[in-house]
């Protein structure tokens, strides 16, 4: 039975105790509810906001590195939202770099992959090739796989095709909503269910710089709270792994609390005794039904 609702707007602009654009804490919120004795709290979230604004090409995925001459210098991309275009420019700038050759990089709108290509003016080291068995490899995003990929050397021509097309699409599918305001949430992994502190995972279905949106209309989520009172609690929005996204700009929250009274003994007697009844009329009239059936003379 619902006693009390309440609603708390969070615009994570708006707030000073924060750690990030993604991740913001609420103190000292005692008074807001508090739950009495046979009765519980839950947490629903309303709707969500935020810019889908993290980088693509991040720290975590930006480095490759190119062999030659049994030594491997390792380059790293610009973090942000890479094009086709940026990203062959880069490539160039690096092997150009690396090798005091002149390159050319191409992509190819039939296969979407990208081509790198030179003909040396000195001699060709033997080992040429791209590394990308380095930490936080950008293998994904460029269309190679993780692992040491040897251009093709034919005299002084040298290239080297992408085995798979460029995927520059964003590294994360959903933005989770957690919250140290609750526990009891579950969610899947190789092990089994682990228990979360998620309020909701909504997913990026908008490009890069628009607005995912969300509002729950179906009370699909709602979480009961730790204890019995609201109090301090954070916010957090980051990807399946619980990393912080990396926002460039802020998310708002609405968020809805319920005190709840339990049921009491006396009142599930009378809930049970009243399901009873209703099952003790459906037989009698079932059985009335069926005598009736029996007794309907046959016309001839």
């Known amino acids: 039975m619902e006693v009390e609702t309440r609603t708390v707007y969070i615009d994570s602009d708006n707030i000073t105790n924060k750690t990030g654009n993604d991740e913001v804490y609420i103190e000292n919120q005692i008074d807001l509810m508090k739950a009495g004795i046979n009765e519980y709290i839950d947490v629903e979230l309303v709707s969500f906001v935020a810019r889908n604004d993290f980088y693509q090409m991040t720290d975590s995925n930006n480095a490759f590195g190119i062999r030659q001459n049994s030594s491997t210098t390792n380059y790293t991309l610009q973090n942000g939202f890479p094009s086709v275009l940026s990203i062959d420019n880069e490539l160039k700038t690096d092997l150009e770099a690396a090798t005091g050759e002149t390159w050319t990089v191409s992509y190819s709108n039939y296969t979407a992959k990208i081509t790198m290509s030179s003909t040396y003016s000195g001699s060709v080291p033997t080992d040429l090739a791209l590394d990308f068995t380095v930490a936080n490899n ?163």
Not at 227 to 244: A, D, Y
Not at 265 to 293: G, Y
Request: aromatic fraction near 8%; glycine fraction near 4%.
């Open 138 to 300: 950008a293998a994904l995003m460029l269309g190679f796989n993780e692992a040491v990929t040897p251009f093709v050397i034919a005299g002084q021509n040298v290239s080297l095709t992408a085995p798979n097309a460029v995927n520059l699409s964003s590294r994360v599918r959903n933005m989770y909503i957690r919250s140290s305001l609750i526990e009891d949430q579950y969610e899947a992994n190789v092990d089994g269910l682990d228990n979360r502190d998620i309020l909701a995972s909504i997913p990026i279905t908008v490009s890069p710089l628009n607005y995912v949106s969300f509002t729950n209309s179906t009370d699909s989520y709602r979480s009961h709270i730790k204890g019995q009172t609201v109090g301090s609690f954070n916010i957090r929005i980051t990807n399946r792994q619980n990393e912080l996204l990396g926002l460039n700009s802020g998310f708002q929250v609405v968020l809805r609390f319920y005190k709840m009274r339990r049921p009491s003994e006396a009142t599930n007697m009378i809930l049970k005794r009243m399901l009873d009844i209703q099952e003790l009329k459906w037989l009698s009239k079932a059985e009335r039904e069926k005598n009736e059936k029996k007794e309907t003379p046959l016309m001839l």
